[in-house]
């Protein structure tokens, strides 16, 4: 290493400069990509919730349904 040229020098530390570029705008990539899927993520969450609370009124309107066709049937058979 007794011989150092200034162009190796000052190749490498372009190319470092560069990977540091490279690695910065990578990463606010990835931060973006994953706040999209936190996004996706919460609305999906609002979505589930929806559906769980539209499926338990199909299941009362369903059992009252049952109640009311019971009724019926006790009332015919008498």
């Not at 011989?3 to 490279?22: F, H, S």
């Not at 338990?56 to 049937?73: F, G, T, Y």
Request: glycine content about 8%; proline content about 0%.
């Amino acid at each position: 290493m007794g011989n150092t040229d200034i162009t190796q020098v000052g190749m490498l530390l372009g190319a470092v400069a560069t990977l540091g570029t490279v690695i910065g705008v990578l990463w606010k990539q990835t931060l973006k990509h994953f706040g999209d899927v936190n996004e996706s993520l919460d609305e999906a969450k609002i979505m589930l919730r929806e559906c769980e609370t539209d499926r338990i009124r199909i299941w009362q309107k369903l059992a009252e349904n049952a109640v009311q066709i019971e009724d019926m049937r006790g009332k015919d058979d008498r």
